[in-house]
C-alpha cells in the first residue's frame, strides 16, 4: 500500500515549530527530496526514524536543508582554510590525522552533504551502499539526490558508526537522546531528540480524497482492527 504524508499539514507544522514562522524554497525543496525518498522507498518503516532522519538533517545542514560543506564554506579552498586554521589553533583537539588536506589525487575528504560524511574510508562506503562512484568524484555527496540516498541509507544501515536507526527507536525502545550515537556520539543529542519529536508530530497520513476513497479506508481500518 502506497502511504502519503501529509504535505500541508506537515510543512504547516514544521514552518510554525522549528523556522520561526518562514520557510524558504530551499528548505522546502531540501524537506520535499527526504520526503518523496521516504514514501518511495520504505514507506511502511517506523515514522520515528523519518522523524530523527529530519532533524539529522535539520542540525547538520545549519536548518538549511541542503547538502553542505563542512564549515557551511561555499568552496572546498575555503572549507579546507578555515578547517586548517581551526586545527593549527588546537580547536580540532580530537582530530589525529587531517582529513580534510588534499590527496595524491588532488581530492579532500572533508565533510559534505547533508549529514557530514568525512574521510576517504567512508565516501567508499557510501559508495557501495548507494551504487553513486563518491570516491571518484566526491562532490556529488552535495547533489541532493545523493545527499538524500546517503542520509536515509546511512543512518538505516548504520553506516556512520556501529549505531543504526533501529537500535534505538523499535517496538521496545523510544530512545530519542542515544539515537544521535547514529551519527555523531552524544553531540547535542539532547537538542536532536527535541528536534525528532518535533518532526514526528508533523508527520502523519494523507487523508483520503472524496467519498468513496474516505469509505474504503474506513474499512479497510475496520477489517484491520478484526483480523489484526
Given at each position: 500500500?502506497?502511504i ?6 506537515f ?5 510554525t515549530a522549528l523556522?520561526k ?5 530551499p ?5 520535499t527530496?527526504?520526503?518523496n ?5 520504505m514507506?511502511?518503516?517506523d515514522p ?8 539529522t ?10 547538502p553542505?560543506?563542512?564549515?557551511l564554506?561555499?568552496?572546498d579552498?575555503?572549507?579546507i ?6 586545527f ?8 589525529k ?5 588534499r ?8 565533510g ?12 567508499e562506503?557510501?559508495?557501495?551502499l ?13 547533489e ?6 546517503i542520509?536515509?541509507?546511512?543512518m538505516v544501515?548504520?553506516s556512520?558508526?556501529r549505531?543504526?536507526?533501529a ?5 521496545t525502545?523510544?530512545?530519542w537522546?542515544?539515537a544521535?550515537?547514529?551519527v555523531?556520539g552524544t553531540d ?11 518532526f514526528?508530530?508533523a508527520?502523519?497520513d494523507?487523508?483520503?480524497k ?9 474499512l ?8 489484526g
Amino acid at each position: 500500500m502506497v502511504i502519503h504524508i501529509d504535505r500541508p499539514f506537515f510543512f504547516d507544522t514544521v514552518r510554525t515549530a522549528l523556522f520561526k514562522g518562514v520557510l524558504n524554497a530551499p528548505q522546502v525543496d531540501g524537506m520535499t527530496a527526504i520526503l518523496n525518498f521516504w514514501e518511495a522507498r520504505m514507506p511502511q518503516a517506523d515514522p520515528r526514524w523519518l522523524a530523527y532522519i529530519l532533524a539529522t538533517a535539520f542540525h547538520e545542514t545549519a536548518y538549511t536543508m541542503q547538502p553542505v560543506r563542512e564549515t557551511l564554506a561555499t568552496t572546498d579552498a575555503r572549507a579546507i582554510e578555515i578547517l586548517e586554521n581551526a586545527f593549527a589553533n588546537g580547536k580540532l583537539s580530537w582530530v589525529k590525522t587531517p582529513y580534510w588536506r588534499r590527496d595524491e589525487d588532488g581530492k579532500s575528504w572533508l565533510g559534505r552533504g547533508l549529514v557530514q560524511l568525512t574521510h576517504k574510508r567512508n565516501y567508499e562506503a557510501m559508495s557501495v551502499l548507494t551504487g553513486i562512484d563518491l570516491v571518484a568524484e566526491p562532490d556529488r555527496a552535495m547533489e541532493m539526490d545523493a545527499a538524500v540516498s546517503i542520509l536515509i541509507e546511512g543512518m538505516v544501515e548504520g553506516s556512520f558508526s556501529r549505531h543504526k536507526l533501529a537500535d534505538h527507536l523499535n517496538e521496545t525502545s523510544d530512545d530519542w537522546v542515544n539515537a544521535r550515537r547514529i551519527v555523531n556520539g552524544t553531540d547535542r543529542a539532547e537538542k536532536l531528540a527535541g528536534y525528532g519529536k518535533t518532526f514526528l508530530s508533523a508527520i502523519r497520513d494523507e487523508a483520503p480524497k472524496g467519498w468513496f476513497a474516505r469509505l474504503k479506508a474506513w474499512l479497510a481500518r475496520g477489517i484491520a482492527q478484526l483480523f489484526g
